[in-house]
């Protein structure tokens, strides 16, 4: 998926073969570390079209951890001629799963997560609709209030386990 759009600000026509290709190739050229993806767009006249994104939380691995990442998630629609796909180059696996669905297997032990998949799913799962998440994240603001986003001192006592989201 590429949430792009042409030199005129309009949305890509990702079901015209053309542009399909188009993405192709850039999705190849950055996982293939061939340029920057800036480059990788501008050769095919593509850009970035960051409006549709909504943001959802920010986690910070503490200091004491031993792998360190500072990862941002964000919501959004899939754009309606742009079916999912699944690349399989940077996970172990791939599936597509509603978010209660996920969470629930998560808590039954039946699927692994990591912590801060694992929270932004079942946040997510509360909602009824997606017009529902939509409307919660007009704003574009940061939505775990009340979390503390990897406190080192907070996150030394904190158990994940006795700190559920309700499903």
């Not at 500072?70 to 799963?97: K, M, Y």
């Not at 669905?101 to 009824?128: C, I, K, N, S, T």
């Amino acid at each position: 998926m590429l949430l792009g759009c042409d030199a005129k600000g309009r949305p890509i026509a990702a079901a015209n073969p053309v542009v399909a290709e188009a993405i192709e190739r850039v999705r190849t050229g950055l996982m293939a570390s061939a340029q920057p993806f800036a480059a990788l767009l501008e050769r095919e006249d593509l850009y970035c079209d960051l409006d549709p994104l909504r943001y959802l939380s920010h986690f910070i691995t503490p200091r004491s951890s031993p792998i360190r990442f500072s990862a941002r998630f964000f919501l959004c629609a899939v754009p309606p001629d742009q079916p999912p796909r699944l690349f399989t180059e940077e996970t172990s696996e791939g599936f597509w799963i509603p978010p209660g669905e996920g969470y629930r297997r998560f808590l039954a032990d039946e699927m692994a997560m990591a912590e801060p998949a694992e929270y932004g799913l079942a946040y997510v799962a509360q909602f009824e609709s997606l017009d529902a998440l939509w409307a919660a994240h007009a704003d574009r603001r940061h939505k775990f209030h009340g979390i503390i986003d990897r406190i080192d001192v907070f996150w030394e006592k904190f158990d994940w386990r006795e700190s559920r989201w309700r499903p």
